[in-house]
T-cell receptor
C-alpha cells in the first residue's frame, strides 16, 4: 500500500508496552480536538476526541490528554498491539468554524 | 456505521485531462469536504460544502472545482490535470461544528 508520509517522525515500541504520541496544536481558539489513525492505503479513522473543557478523556485502551496552557495534546495507547501500527495525527477545530487543522502525523511501529 | 465512499482507489490520468472524483456519504450529513494529503504537509482543505449547491473555497482551491447537486454526493473536478496535482485525495463528511469528520478511503491520483 501507499505510504502516508515518507518522512514522518517514527515511534517504535515493543508489543505490550504503552505508547505516547504527542501533538502541538497551533490555534488558541481551537476548542475541539481529535486523534485519527491512518493505516497504509486507507483513509483516516477516528480514535478519540476531547473538548477544551476537559483535560483527559479515556476510551478503550486509549487516553487523550489536553494541556491548553502549552497547547499540547497527547495520545496514550495501552498495551500496544501489532494492529496499532499506523500513522497517527491530531486535528483541531477552531471554535465556531468549519475549519480543522491537521497535524502531519507520527508513525507508530510495533515491534514483536 | 457512517460510510463515506469514494469512486476510485487509484487513478492515473494524463496532463490536461479533466478528472472527476466522486464521494458519497450515507449519514445525511450536510457538511462535506475535499482534502489532499501530501507527505510532510498534513491534510489541506481544497473545498468545503455546507449544503446542496453551497460551497466555500478552502486553503488550496486553485485548479479545482466542486459540485454538490445532491446532499449525499460531493464531486471534485480537476478541469485540466497537472502533474503537481498528483496526490492522495480524501473526502470527509461531518454532522457540524464540534464533531468529528468521517473520511473515505482516499483516491490516489497520479497525473503523468
Amino acid at each position: 500500500g501507499e505510504s502516508v508520509g515518507l518522512h514522518l517522525p517514527t515511534l517504535s515500541v515493543q508489543e505490550g508496552d504503552n505508547s505516547i504520541i504527542n501533538c502541538a496544536y497551533s490555534n488558541s481558539a481551537s476548542d475541539y480536538f481529535i486523534w485519527y489513525k491512518q493505516e497504509s492505503g486507507k483513509g483516516p479513522q477516528f480514535i478519540i476526541d476531547i473538548r477544551s473543557n476537559m483535560d483527559k478523556r479515556q476510551g478503550q485502551r486509549v487516553t487523550v490528554l489536553l494541556n491548553k496552557t502549552v497547547k499540547h495534546l497527547s495520545l496514550q495507547i495501552a498495551a500496544t498491539q501489532p494492529g496499532d501500527s499506523a500513522v497517527y495525527f491530531c486535528a483541531e477545530n477552531i471554535s465556531g468554524t468549519y475549519k480543522y487543522i491537521f497535524g502531519t502525523g507520527t508513525r507508530l511501529k510495533v515491534l514483536a | 456505521d457512517v460510510k463515506v465512499t469514494q469512486s476510485s482507489r487509484y487513478l492515473v490520468k494524463r496532463t490536461g485531462e479533466k478528472v472527476f472524483l466522486e464521494c458519497v456519504q450515507d449519514m445525511d450529513h450536510e457538511n462535506m469536504f475535499w482534502y489532499r494529503q501530501d507527505p510532510g504537509l498534513g491534510l489541506r482543505l481544497i473545498y468545503f460544502s455546507y449544503d446542496v449547491k453551497m460551497k466555500e473555497k478552502g486553503d488550496i482551491p486553485e485548479g479545482y472545482s466542486v459540485s454538490r447537486e445532491k446532499k449525499e454526493r460531493f464531486s471534485l473536478i480537476l478541469e485540466s490535470a497537472s502533474t503537481n496535482q498528483t496526490s492522495m485525495y480524501l473526502c470527509a463528511s461531518f454532522r457540524g461544528v464540534g464533531y468529528e469528520q468521517y473520511f473515505g478511503p482516499g483516491t490516489r491520483l497520479t497525473v503523468t
